[in-house]
């Protein structure tokens, strides 16, 4: 066989002149093995999650928290809801918390659309997707104190409840970045589910995620106690296998990024790391997938990212 060592401006060159290079053997005498000719050439440019950043796109992050009762009685330390009065943080504070923390600086506004699922309302019936903020009804708080606010303030007005579902809040959140869609391409949005449990809409679930794998979201699940959590492994695509629909869609991308807690905890990479881990590459399959490019960052007042409320 032959070698050849070339440069880009090189194989530039040689696709303008039309002139063949040539391959020559490496071992004793300079004796030709063969020509190379160029039919095409083209070349891309690979842009960072950094460029876009950079340049004015942002992560809007959204969550949604587990209320069904096999999380325990709010009120028992043994319960995964328990709010520690020496300030000790339970694990549905410590995930909101890590990852909160990190994606508030890529959201300029840093108001997060904040739900909760499973619970009984008061004088209600079970809801599977409904707002933390129960003191104005609307689904966004301000930074991750407002999250951790209305998360334990939801505690002491609800009742833990079930089954677990995860429909209702992947649709909710998928509208909302479908809705952001029409107006721009410089939001991506990130949901962070906690949960203790199997849930029961298994394929509602698989469906609402392969339709949303077409749209600016990421979906990642954290796994909190010591539930069998072999469910949620089929849901992250991590091998290789994409999801698939009841009617035989497959996704688009892999959007779902799970991680138990338990197999985390104590060791040298954190919860938020090993969440946050494959978004970078999430974002970027998303934005060249789509020739969407980094731009300079725009001064005009945005649209608003979430869909009106429905006229009575």
Same mark, same amino acid.
């Given at each position: ?151 334990? %303030?939801? #505690? ?21 970045? %479908? ?35 077409? #749209?600016?979201? %990421? ?74 490019? @980094? ?5 005009? %007042?945005? @649209? ?5 409320? @429905?006229?009575?």
């Amino acid at each position: 066989m032959g070698a050849l060592q070339t440069t880009i401006a090189q194989l530039e060159n040689l696709y303008k002149s039309k002139a063949g290079a040539n391959f020559y053997s490496k071992k004793g005498q300079k004796k030709l093995k063969g020509q190379l000719f160029l039919d095409t050439f083209q070349e891309k440019v690979q842009h960072t999650f950094l460029d876009y950043i950079s340049s004015g796109f942002e992560l809007n992050f959204m969550v949604a928290v587990d209320f069904t009762a096999s999380n325990g009685d709010p009120r028992t330390p043994q319960s995964l809801h328990y709010i520690d009065p020496s300030g000790r943080l339970n694990s549905y504070q410590q995930a909101i918390l890590g990852v909160s923390e990190v994606l508030q600086f890529y959201d300029k506004d840093r108001r997060f659309p904040a739900w909760g699922f499973g619970a009984k309302m008061p004088q209600g019936p079970v809801s599977h997707c409904f707002n933390l903020n129960a003191i104005t009804n609307d689904c966004e708080v301000v930074g991750f104190e407002g999250i951790m606010s209305a998360y334990s %303030s939801t #505690l002491y007005s609800v009742s833990l409840s079930g089954p677990t579902l995860f429909g209702p809040v992947i649709n909710k959140a998928a509208e909302i970045a %479908s809705h952001s869609a029409q107006y721009g391409n410089n939001r991506y949005f990130v949901l962070l589910i906690i949960t203790d449990g199997v849930i029961t809409d298994e394929q509602e679930t698989k469906d609402s995620i392969v339709r949303a794998s077409d #749209l600016p979201l %990421s979906i990642l699940i954290v796994g909190v106690g010591n539930a069998d959590f072999t469910q949620m492994r089929t849901l992250d695509a991590d091998l290789g296998k994409r999801l698939q629909s009841s009617t035989g869609r497959v996704a688009t991308r892999d959007i779902v990024q799970f991680v138990p807690m338990r197999e985390v905890q104590g060791g040298q990479v954190t919860v938020v790391q090993s969440l946050l881990e494959e978004l970078p590459g999430q974002f970027l399959e998303y934005m060249r997938t789509r020739g969407i490019k @980094p731009q300079p960052p725009q001064h005009a %007042s945005a @649209p608003p990212a979430y869909p009106p409320p @429905p006229q009575l």
